[in-house]
């Protein structure tokens, strides 16, 4: 440990420091005890800040002109903004202007109402008035209406629609579309305002003239005579009770009329020197005034804020003011529309004396102090205001990494150039002062026992009883600087590097997680997960063995996470470059990331290493480049009533289609549909998300930032789309729908497919008919075929037969010799010709077309010449070929096939004995010729057998032949079909 230089820094050896430490324990007892004391009796310390407007709209972001006039929430949610160019519709992230080419010919809207019908009547100072109806803007022709000058407008309580103008007051009895039974009231008065009594009837504000009450039955009341104030100009009132009025006078303030009582209302609160033009009542119960030069002043309690252009308002006159939900405000000026959410997010910079505005650190003591760090030196936070707390003469003026509380004022500071106490405006030098290694104090984490551990420039260290000692990471770890320390209930202290994380117990390394990564910070979770941010690595998760990681692939807009703060319900917050990204507490990778950034108020996207931490009021403290911002994350759990989805448009080949009546019936051409649907959201517009989802085509809802969807080629069918909006940091909106049909095509239409079957029936009938009648034909043909053959031809053959034979006898006995052998030729020939010309006709026979007439026809008339040659044949199985039916081609060639069969064994076998066995099924049929014949050697057939011929005869019928056979022991042959 190096001594400083500095007086002001005082070192201690280890017995001074516990001797002071003892001392400093009692002391610290006493005082928290007065502070308690204290505390019981005036209450919490508070810390009031300058809220400042994080957010303004202006002709450049769509507003249709920047001097606002009135603010108007329609029954949908939308925003209308009168001006004085025209009107603007405002969804929170998009405006839709109106002027003299939509209908709205005026464009000084001074007023803007709803009727019961949806109706939108526009209340315009030169023009009248006049009405959108179903997106239409038209004027309104309204006889009994005393003036074109139209200045206000009220839709009571009843559905009567009060209209105040430059010559009087009318109320109109609205019954649909027509304005009845109107009344006149104040004739030839310039009616300045109309406010509904919620006691029955109304008060009317006259320009001149003072206030009015008009009760139910009609009957006027002059309550309050202009000449009564200081100035007969009044700009606005208010209902502030039953019979109490707020009035602003010109150049005179706020007055409060009570009954016939006036008195001043908050005289020296309220600045006189600028008129109050519109007064509202916050559902919180705090006040607010918009002026004519002064902005916007808020009444909270008996404490006045002023909302100027200074701290971020459009314009210094302010004549509108809504509260769209609990806690934000929209703030019409003459100079845009500017969003105001007090408490959200509050910033402290330059302009509140902090500078330079890099915040490096934070902390609060617990006396209730909060201390920030900077690049130069320390500064506290003294309500509106950032003061450098040390004097000149021993300021710390180098930059402060870490902020540790010790116990009531006292303050553990790690800077460039060591750790110091800080207590009482003093300093106090405790380690590493004046080095340039270990001085460089990152992290401060304190143990049970009032150890300290310290990450520093030159690796981990403990302090403890006044003495640092170095604890050793790693092995040959180049780079020991430690950027965050944490310890958790089981003693195990974690300690991150830029070459991963060290788990340590007892001061001995026993882990080392992701080596060779640049890890920033550590949290643990309420669950007990463990969370690493890292240098360009993104996020890691482990939870027991298992490790998860976050990246820019998975939602971040940036792989740089600093630090892990958690909120009382569990989501987290990673401060980045590029803005603070919110996970769920359950979040898992592939879960929506969402950011906040500067559209919601944080002073700047870039934070800073180490300098966020979670108050002890749960508010969220980020340091960033420009500032310090503080944030309550319960206001992001408050639901917006608003959140809501509109179909805007259905466009049908990029025409639009009219949904005045609904379900759709489309064509079946019509089924190119294009949906354009908008949120109403004004929290957070930035981060609206949409699902969508069609009815038999899309299984899942489908999330997209994109506010339309395209279908194309749409089958015909019923459909049902259905869409919605969020903003990823709550629920879902309601859902809207749409219902439509797209008609069938009339080739797909019921009466045509029975048309066409009946067709294709009547077709297939004259086919079949018309081939039952060919197959008839051909029968026929066969029959008369057979008997031609058989008759003509057979008894030819027979007849030559029987002339050779006569030739035979009739010629000389000394001659028949010389014949003999041509005349037994004839003979032979005429008798080949007739069998084979009885299988011909056996074949055309139309009745003969089984396997099974085949084989007994064979065996029939092969029986005769086998047991003349002494061969005796057996057939066995020919009932199996009942169901085989063949084709007059094939059943030929299969003829053929097993006559040859038979002639080898009657020519050439030798043998005593012929079995002819068959085998029939669904899957095929076989026939076997098994003789106990010679046999012969395969391998030495030659042509002259017949065998080749068989073979030929099988391929063209494709059917299959095998033979077996061996000298002595007969021959097998098979035919398969």
């Known amino acids: 440990m190096l001594p400083t230089p500095a007086s002001q820094i005082q070192t201690v050896d280890r017995r001074e420091l516990i001797a002071q430490n003892r001392k400093m324990r009692l002391f610290s007892r006493g005082v928290a005890l007065c502070i308690l004391a204290v505390a019981a009796l005036i209450g919490p310390p508070t810390i009031q800040a300058q809220e400042k407007i994080h957010r303004s709209l202006s002709v450049e972001d769509g507003l249709v002109q920047s001097q606002i006039n009135a603010i108007f929430q329609d029954k949908d949610g939308f925003v209308w903004l009168g001006t004085f160019g025209g009107a603007s519709r405002w969804s929170g992230s998009r405006f839709e202007n109106f002027q003299a080419q939509h209908g709205l010919e005026s464009h000084d809207v001074r007023a803007i109402v709803q009727l019961p019908n949806h109706d939108l009547i526009f209340a315009t100072h030169d023009r009248g008035l006049f009405r959108r109806r179903d997106g239409v803007i038209s004027s309104v022709s309204v006889e009994s209406l005393p003036s074109l000058s139209a200045n206000t407008a009220l839709v009571d309580d009843a559905n009567g629609l009060w209209v105040g103008t430059s010559a009087g007051l009318v109320r109109f009895s609205v019954q649909d579309t027509a304005f009845a039974s109107p009344q006149v009231f104040l004739e030839d008065i310039d009616i300045v305002q109309v406010v509904e009594n919620p006691f029955g009837g109304v008060f009317v504000l006259a320009r001149r003239e003072g206030i009015f009450h008009i009760d139910t039955e009609g009957t006027e009341e002059l309550r309050i005579a202009a000449d009564r104030l200081p100035e007969s100009r009044w700009r606005t009132i208010f209902l502030n009770g039953e019979d109490d009025l707020l009035i602003s006078v010109h150049k005179h303030g706020l007055w409060r009329a009570n009954g016939d009582e006036l008195d001043r209302y908050l005289p020296t609160r309220l600045p006189s020197n600028h008129d109050v033009m519109r007064i509202v009542r916050a559902r919180n119960g ?35 003011i809504l509260e769209l939900e609990p806690g934000l405000f929209l703030l019409g000026c003459w100079g845009g529309l500017s969003i105001y959410e007090p408490g959200r997010f509050i910033n402290y910079n330059e302009t509140h004396g902090l500078d330079p505005p890099i915040v490096l650190s934070s902390a609060q003591t617990t006396s209730g102090r909060t201390y920030l760090g900077t690049p130069r030196g320390l500064f506290e936070v003294r309500g509106e205001e950032v003061t450098r707390v040390l004097p000149a003469e021993n300021a710390l003026k180098t930059s402060i990494w870490s902020l540790h509380p010790l116990g009531g004022d ?506 002819v066995t068959a085998k029939g099924n669904a899957s095929g049929s076989e026939i076997s010729f098994e003789d106990n014949g010679a046999g012969f050697n395969l391998q030495s057939l030659t042509r002259g057998n017949g065998l080749t011929n068989m073979k030929r005869r099988a391929k063209e019928a494709n059917v299959s032949v095998s033979i077996d056979s061996k000298p002595g022991q007969g021959t097998i042959i098979k035919l398969a079909i």
């Not at 006040?287 to 459009?314: H, I, K, Q």
């Not at 064979?858 to 040659?869: F, I, K, M, N, Y």
Request: glycine content about 10%.
């Open 410 to 915: 006292r303050l553990l500071v790690g800077s460039r150039s060591g750790l110091y106490e800080y207590a009482d405006n003093r300093l106090r030098g405790l380690f590493g002062v004046g080095d340039q290694t270990e001085g460089r104090i990152y992290a401060i984490e304190r143990a049970p026992n009032g150890d300290l551990y310290l990450g520093t420039f030159a690796g981990l260290f403990k302090f403890s009883d006044g003495v640092g000692t170095k604890i050793p990471l790693g092995k040959d770890l180049t780079y020991p600087m430690v950027y965050d320390v944490f310890l958790d209930e089981q003693h195990t202290l974690h300690a991150a590097t830029r070459l991963g994380v060290f788990e340590l117990v007892d001061d001995i390394e026993t882990n080392h997680h992701l080596p060779g990564i640049f890890v920033w910070s550590i949290h643990r979770n309420q669950q007990g997960k463990m969370f690493y941010g890292t240098n360009e690595n993104g996020l890691y998760m482990r939870s027991e063995a298992k490790w998860d990681s976050v990246t820019v692939g998975f939602g971040l807009v940036d792989n740089t996470v600093y630090q892990v703060l958690e909120d009382r319900n569990g989501k987290m917050y990673l401060p980045s470059h590029r803005g603070v990204h919110v996970l769920e507490a359950d979040y898992q990778p592939g879960d929506p990331v969402q950011v906040l950034d500067r559209n919601d108020g944080l002073a700047s996207i870039e934070c800073n290493q180490g300098a966020s931490r979670r108050a002890e009021d749960g508010r969220l403290w980020f340091g960033t480049l420009k500032g310090v911002s503080i944030y309550d994350p319960s206001r992001e759990n408050e639901t917006s009533p608003f959140l809501r989805t509109n179909l805007k448009e259905v466009k049908l080949y990029e025409a639009p289609l009219p949904l005045t009546k609904t379900p759709l019936d489309l064509a079946h051409n019509e089924n190119y549909l294009r949906f354009e649907y908008e949120a109403v959201h004004f929290r957070a517009p930035h981060r609206l998300q949409y699902r969508y989802r069609m009815s038999n085509l899309d299984k899942d809802w489908v999330v997209s930032r994109v506010p339309q969807v395209q279908y194309t080629a749409l089958p015909a069918g019923n459909y049902t789309f259905e869409m919605a909006a969020g903003t990823g940091l709550g629920g879902w909106s309601e859902q809207e729908s749409l219902q439509f049909t797209v008609g069938t095509p009339w080739w797909k239409t019921w009466w045509f497919i029975s048309a066409l079957i009946l067709l294709i029936l009547a077709a297939a009938w004259t086919v079949v008919r018309a081939r039952v009648a060919q197959l008839l034909q051909i029968e026929r043909l066969r029959t008369r075929i057979a008997a031609d053959l058989h008759d003509d031809i057979g008894a030819g053959l027979t007849e030559i037969g029987i002339l050779g034979s006569m030739i035979e006898h009739k010629l000389p006995k000394e001659t028949r010799p010389l014949v003999e052998g041509e005349l037994k030729g004839i003979g032979e020939t005429s008798r080949s010709l007739i069998g084979g010309m009885r299988d011909i006709v056996w074949l055309i026979k139309p009745k003969q077309d089984s396997l099974f007439d085949l084989m007994v026809h064979l065996v029939d008339t092969s029986r005769q010449p086998l047991e003349g040659a002494g061969i005796e044949i057996r057939s066995q199985g020919m009932e199996s070929l009942r169901a085989t039916r063949l084709p007059m081609e094939k059943r030929q060639q299969v003829l053929m096939i097993c006559k040859e069969a038979i002639h080898n064994v009657l020519k050439h076998s030798e043998a005593t004995y012929l079995k």
């Open 286 to 320: 705090d006040m607010y005034f918009g002026t004519a030069g002064g902005g916007v002043l808020v009444l909270r309690g008996d404490t006045v804020e002023a909302l100027t252009p200074e701290n971020g308002l459009a314009g210094d006159v302010c004549w509108a």
